[in-house]
């Protein structure tokens, strides 16, 4: 059955003990603008249009692991970012604040955390 109305999805949001900072971190690591801050929420659009990103504060925040192991915090999701040259990429997102995660399960991927531990992937665009 069709939907009678467009469901579009707008924005992601990732929980932060410090919406401000990591919104700061992830403006440098994909230069786009911020669209709206407040102190327990600062949204990220991207110049070209698409999903935006949300940093909401949460005061009870766990910092996920990578990989997930067995009754520790697990990561709900992880950003994937296309990139054209992966060393290139893997240098700016050190540079802005990322590290680097230790399990790499693939070769044309790199797995990186943010300053808050969330994952994200720099994969390799043909």
């Known amino acids: 059955m069709p939907l009678s109305t467009r469901l579009t999805l707008t924005t992601v949001n990732l929980d932060t003990p410090d919406p401000a900072a990591l919104a700061r971190f992830y403006l440098r690591l994909l230069d786009w603008e911020i669209g709206v801050e407040e102190a327990d929420d600062v949204i990220l659009r991207d110049p070209e249009g698409g999903v935006g990103l949300s940093f909401q504060r949460e005061r009870a925040y766990v ?15 992880h950003l994937e970012i296309g990139v054209a040259d992966l060393d290139a990429a893997l240098d700016h997102a050190l540079a802005c604040g990322a590290t680097l995660a230790d399990y790499q399960p693939q070769d044309d991927v790199r797995v990186c955390l943010d300053p808050d531990g969330h994952p994200f992937c720099l994969w390799l665009m043909s």
Do not use: F, L
């Open 63 to 77: 910092r996920p692991t990578w990989p997930a192991e067995p009754g520790r915090q697990q990561m709900s999701m």
